[in-house]
């Protein structure tokens, strides 16, 4: 079981991105999935977090301008990133809880990471 964090880039101030995160894997189930990132010389930080029903917390950094989502058909989740900033340049991780069944047919619950994608917002 493995998470690929995707979308990241280089853009202006204003700007947007959207990134995915996918899963793939023996997947049973995922449970919450979160969004963090680490700036440089910064502790990594909790940007936004979803539960399998679809709630949602962000931030308070990031309210109003960005959306986290979710396809389960796909077990992909998103973060919509609108208005960015330049303090929003970050590497962004993305985690979740999964539970799958090992070869012994028990299950396993995990909280894998994906490899982070960077975002830099820059003029």
């Known amino acids: 079981v493995q998470l690929q964090a995707s979308g990241g880039g280089l853009v202006q101030p204003g700007g947007s991105l959207r990134l995915s995160c996918a899963a793939s894997?023996?997947?049973?189930?995922?449970?919450?999935m979160d969004w963090y990132r680490q700036a440089p010389g910064k502790q990594r930080e909790l940007v936004a977090t979803?539960?399998?029903?679809?709630?949602?917390n962000l931030a308070d950094s990031v309210k109003g301008r960005f959306t986290i989502s979710r396809d389960s058909d796909k077990n992909t989740m998103y973060l919509q990133m609108n208005s960015l900033k330049p303090e929003d340049t970050a590497v962004y991780y993305c985690?979740?809880?999964?539970?799958?069944?090992?070869?012994?047919?028990?299950?396993?619950?995990?909280?894998?990471w994906g490899q982070g994608t960077q975002v830099t917002v820059s003029s």
């Open positions: 985690t979740a809880n999964i539970l799958f069944y090992n070869a012994n047919e028990e299950p396993v619950a995990i909280r894998p």
């Open positions: 894997g023996s997947i049973f189930r995922i449970d919450a």
């Open positions: 979803i539960t399998s029903g679809g709630d949602t």
